[in-house]
């Protein structure tokens, strides 16, 4: 799994993912497919590819804006964990599906 899956996922499914670095700092990757790292205040002194190798858990959440009635939020997706292992099965979902749907535009 590459950056480049997950940001794949969060563009379609409309999703923030959330994976932590191994120097205490957090990743998110927006809806927009955008890498962030909030806490980040000057030059990485890291790679997130190589950082997200070593990620084991990751937290998915909707990118939608936040219900403010009571009824919708019960109704409302929640954030969920996944493990590596899960989120490696949803990007590989996510990019079979996208290889088959090319061979038909040809």
């Known amino acids: 799994m ?3 899956d997950i940001r794949k996922i969060t563009v379609k499914k409309q999703l923030r993912i959330r994976f932590p670095l191994s120097n ?3 990743c998110v ?3 927009r497919g955008i890498a962030q790292v909030p ?3 000057g030059v ?3 790679n997130l590819e190589d950082e997200l190798t070593g990620a ?3 937290l998915v959440e909707p990118a ?3 219900a403010k009635d009571k009824d919708k939020d019960k109704a409302a997706p929640k954030a969920r964990k996944y493990t590596r292992a899960e989120m490696t099965t949803l990007a590989t979902a996510s990019a079979g ?3 088959t749907h090319d061979d038909h535009e040809d």
């Open 64 to 66: 939608g804006p936040p």
């Open 97 to 99: 599906a996208t290889a």
């Open 56 to 58: 084991q858990v990751f």
């Open 39 to 41: 806490a980040l205040h």
């Open 29 to 31: 990757v927006n809806e």
């Open 24 to 26: 205490g700092m957090e």
């Open 2 to 4: 590459k950056l480049s």
């Open 44 to 46: 990485p002194a890291f």
